[in-house]
């Protein structure tokens, strides 16, 4: 087997274009990853347009700086939070206010814990819990104790009052 100067000098030649090339692919594809990951988490076109700069100039440097400076959420992840906050903001508005102290209270209290306000009362057939300005309870269907269905609302309760007594005497006790 003999050495031919010729071969040896072609395939250093062959592999020093293929090793070219693959390094020069390699800087291509680390900017066009660089541009899509920075498109991502920034919307400023000069942004993306420096990122892929500096990895176009430093390269694998170049990369290690941009992770230690680029944005640490994409835009779509930024997004998502603002969404689970407002989910939450809204979740602490719909809490309704207590009458007497206005702190948020809970739907199934009965009491406000902190000023001892009446909130809720119960039913007395089923036990369920009802507005205080209900006469008949929602769940069951049975009216409050002392309270006629026909007679429900003040409009009610003054033309049962007419009809019952002389026209000229009608008084609210
Ligand atoms: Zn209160
Ligand atoms: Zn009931």
Not at 36 to 51: C, Y
Not at 65 to 85: A, S
Request: hydrophobic content about 40%.
């Amino acid at each position: 087997m003999t050495f031919d100067p010729t071969f040896l000098s072609n395939l250093i030649l062959v592999l020093t274009a293929f090793g070219g090339a693959f390094l020069a692919a390699l800087w291509v594809s680390l900017v066009i990853w660089t541009y899509r990951d920075i498109r991502s988490r920034a919307r400023d076109p000069l942004v993306h347009t420096l990122s892929a700069l500096l990895v176009a100039v430093l390269n694998l440097p170049g990369v290690l700086v941009y992770l230690i400076l680029r944005p640490p959420r994409t835009l779509e992840e930024e997004y998502q939070r603002t969404l689970e906050e407002e989910a939450l903001l809204q979740a602490l508005e719909d809490l309704p206010l207590c009458p007497g102290c206005e702190r948020r209270v809970k739907d199934e209290w009965q009491v406000c814990p902190n000023c001892h306000t009446k909130l809720k009362k119960t039913c007395h057939n089923c036990a369920r819990l009802m507005e205080l300005s209900w006469n008949i309870c929602p769940h069951c269907g049975v009216p409050a104790p002392g309270m006629r269905v026909e007679a429900s609302s003040v409009d009610d309760a003054l033309r049962g009052l007419k009809m019952n007594d002389d026209p000229g005497e009608v008084k609210i006790k």
